[in-house]
């Protein structure tokens, strides 16, 4: 190895140039350590050399100072204690023993300087600095045997190391005495030699200092005994079919120690490859491999059986050769099962051998794949693939996906196969390469075009069928993908079809929504003007500084308008600012002015006010928001109205500014957007019909257990669902057939699955049961329930008792039949 310095050093200089100040009185000096270049051995290499690692080869124990300035008058100094384990020190010349006797001259070239620049200092040994003119180390920090050979520094500062002790042959000490600075790092060559030469012997060295703090300076590992050995590896594992033969990518091998193949094998010896059970080598001397060394292709002696290769190293393999590569291994799974993995065993004389997995076996003849360790893409739905009103960069393009012939032929030409997208993303553009087959972009286009914009159908006999004695088909490709707004979650690309044994799935993009919505519901009576909506209604940007300068958004509500112009407030730490504020044509609006910087920023919208028609039915209404600017309309009518099938590729909106078909081609890109959900809370207003009291209820309900029927009044009514009694005892009602039965309107029964609630409506009763619980709410006010909700064949029952009690009805009777004791119907009577 060769050193920009040889050092030597000199005990005297510590007194009569320095200041004796301590490390440990500043108690500032904070120093890391490491080593660099740390080896793995064989035990025949180790042998060879006695033991020995010299200079040349040696790697370096680093002292590298993280906290280490001081004032001119402190110039600190400190003792350095190394210590061996299962080795011991070398001196300079690599080959005597570190004695008792050693001297700071018998360590030069082992102990050097680098500064932050990493520039390592140069060092001499003799009056004329080694030949070299003394203006060339002008700048320079000299370690020298002699004070008439000190050079310093620019400000004086000289540095040197004394006191060389040794306590035992793995034991090492010296001072270090001067001025360090932050950022340099002290380098010890860690020349030694082994007292153990074993296999898996670790050798580690120590280094400590009462005068300072070393951090991670335990058990650091600069050698290795391993035993001889070679490593294996394929670049991908591949798919083959029952009975199939699948050709394997680019078997890798070399040495698991040592620096090339010459550590491991020797002229003459052999590499063998082995598979296990169930699979054969399609492989012969009419279907030979290839192999290359170091990427250059050599021809050794190859012999071939059903389940063994064997390789017989020559001169091309056993010199200086870091690697081997072995190209067109054919594997065939004769008589493996669904499921089994086809494993390659590489052994070599006199190493241990080694296992690659290299092949599974499906039941399928066409496999789709991304590669795993690729991040999952993420995109923002909503916005066409110009990411027009948000400051996002991304391209849209999705995982590259491969579909590929587990085997020549597989792919059967004469069926169709479709590529389907989930419902609500498009394919704006298509990146399509292929190996083998004859499919392009324009045969992708068509497809589209087959799928209506919604999937790609391919046509039977679009491309030439595969040949067995050619490569296995392969094609990849990346699609650019736009989402509608509504659309959040997991892009699920599949690949299905009668030229498919079984459907598969990949998972190639991700879309998130560029912002949320947080509001309440909220229960009013019917009113006229300036009706108030006592919660706010919150948006949250999804990253920081997302949302572009001048990108508008709007709030409305379904069949109801706002009134007045609402208050618009920005969190104060996004840094986010907006403007033009204002209600029009019952939407509210407000525009980015400002984009945020550290943090997302949060929009609150209070002092909601409703323009309500006494004309509306009671019910739920939900809310809507819409990013007007992403979407590329003017208004949410517009958003709401905006009909696929007038689109065109040089139209705007929410959809790619260019879809995957000609420019100007009208085409139909899925359901029409009023099938796009712009709901931002459902029921965000609940309108509750003002009337009579409750307790007015006059409708008395006669209800036969276990018919479907019920009477109400004198008018029988047909239930899709009978009345039971449960296991508790309880009668139970179909909760919407009863309602109806009331007079309720439908939209005042509502029922919500996240939850298991259902809400009933009723004149100025708002009335809410939850299956599993043993309260229900009136008003708002709990009431303890006799039974809970339950959830039969899809319908929704409640028990008729706790109904009653909500609605203020206290007169229930029924029948029995005298036989059997049951009831058999039951009567909830009219308050008188």
Known sequence: MKRFISLAMASVMAASLLPATAFAATGDVKATAKVVGGENYTEDEMKGTDGKIDVNDAPELQLTFTTADYSSSSVPDAEIEMTLDKAGFLENDGETVISSSTTEDDLTGLIYLKDDDGTYTLTAGTDDFGGVDEADYAGQYIFTNSSDDVLKDASGNVITISDVTVDD???????????????????????????????NTEVTISVDSDDMVITNGDDLVYASIESKGIDASVKKLKDVAVEEVVTIEDLKIEPSVGANMAAVVDEGDTIKLKLNSGFEFANSTSNEITIEADGTEINPVVSYDD????????????????????????????????????????????????????????????????????????????????????????DHESLEVTIEETFAGAWDNSKKFTLSLPEGVYAADVDVVTDGIELDREDFIKAYDNGEYEYFEFDKRIFEENDSDNDPYELDVTFTLV???????????????????????????????????????????????????????????????????????????????????????????SGLSVKNVKTTNGEIRFTVDSESDDEPATVTISDLTLYMDRSLPAGAYDLNAYALTMLGVDSAEEAEDFDGSDYTTSDKGYLPQTLLADEDTTVFVGDESDDIDYTAKTGFVNIVTAGSDTTGFTTKLTVPIGENYLIAGETQVTLDAPAYINAEGYIMLPVRAISTSLGIDNNNVLWDQATRTVTILYGDRIISMTAGSSVMYVNGSSIPTSSSVEIVNDRTFLPMRDLATALGVTDLTWDTDPTTGKTTTVYMNANR
């Open 169 to 199: 042959v793995d034991e090492l000490s010296f001072t270090l005495t001067g001025k360090m600075e932050r950022g340099w790092v002290l380098s010890y060559v860690l020349t030694s030699q082994l007292t153990r030469t074993s296999k």
């Open 483 to 573: 989402a509608d707004p509504d659309f959040e979650g997991d892009v699920v690309l599949s690949l299905s079809g009668d030229a498919l044994d079984e459907d598969q799935e990949v998972v190639i993009a991700k879309f998130v929504k560029p912002y949320t919505v947080s509001a309440q519901q909220n229960d009013l009576n019917i009113d006229y003007r300036n009706t108030e909506i006592p919660t706010d209604v919150v948006i949250t940007e999804a990253e920081a500084g997302l949302w572009e300068k001048g990108s508008e958004f709007a709030l409305t509500l379904d069949k109801i308008e706002f009134d007045d112009d609402a208050v618009v407030t920005v969190d104060d730490e």
């Open 307 to 394: 389940d063994e290769i064997i390789i017989t190293v020559d001169s091309n393999i056993s010199g200086e050769v870091d690697e081997l590569t072995i190209i067109g291994i054919q594997v065939e799974a004769t008589s493996a099962k669904e499921g089994s993995t086809a494993t390659i065993k590489v052994s070599a004389s006199g190493n241990d051998s080694v296992s690659v997995e290299v092949a599974t076996v499906v039941d399928y003849a066409v496999s789709m794949s991304v590669d795993e360790d690729e991040d999952v893409p993420v995109i923002y739905s909503g916005v066409d693939v110009d990411n027009t009103g948000i400051t996002d960069d991304s």
